[in-house]
Structure formats: structure tokens, C-alpha cells
């Protein structure tokens, strides 16, 4: 049997890659576009961070571990908010400096 527990490190794990790719875009200034594309990777990496969260979510309903759901959905609702948050937060950030940055490099 499948344990379902790899859902939730996925999860984390995926969630401080969605924060460390736009951290990485601050410090390094290319020439070519690599930003937009550690940019994607950081939405996606979020994405499929709440997808694991839903999927384990789905997997307790499944098995009806209901004291589990009642004991952690809090905590899951507000973790998963301040994880998309704070993710568009650094990306909207990444895409105002480079906006300007690539702005200058054309001109």
C-alpha cells in the first residue's frame, strides 16, 4: 500500500522551491529571460504544492479520518493562503523590477 504521507514533504518542499525561485531572480540579472522562466517554475511549484494538499485532503475523506480533517483544516486553510499569497506577492515583485530593467535594456 501507498502511503499518503509523501503528499504533505511534497508539499513543503514544493512550497520553499515557490519561494526561492523569485528570491534567486533578485540576485541575478541576465541578459536573456531566465527569470521568466524561474518565475513560471515558482506559480507551478505552488500549484502543485496546494494540488498535494487537496489530494491528501481528498485521501482522509476517502479513508473517513474524520478527527483528522476537524484537527488540521485550519491550519491547512491558512498555510495554503499564506503560501499563494506571499508566492504572487515575490513574483508580481521579480516582474516590476525586470519590467523596468528590460524597459532600460531596450531603450
Known sequence: MIGFDWLNNGSIVLGIIAWILPVVNFGRYEKHYHWVTR?????????????????YIYHKVKIEEWSTLLDTMDAIAFVSAVLLSVTIILNGITLFVYRDRTAKQVI
Open 39 to 55: 518565475s513560471i517554475m515558482s506559480i507551478s511549484a505552488c500549484v502543485i504544492s496546494l494540488s498535494f494538499q487537496i489530494f
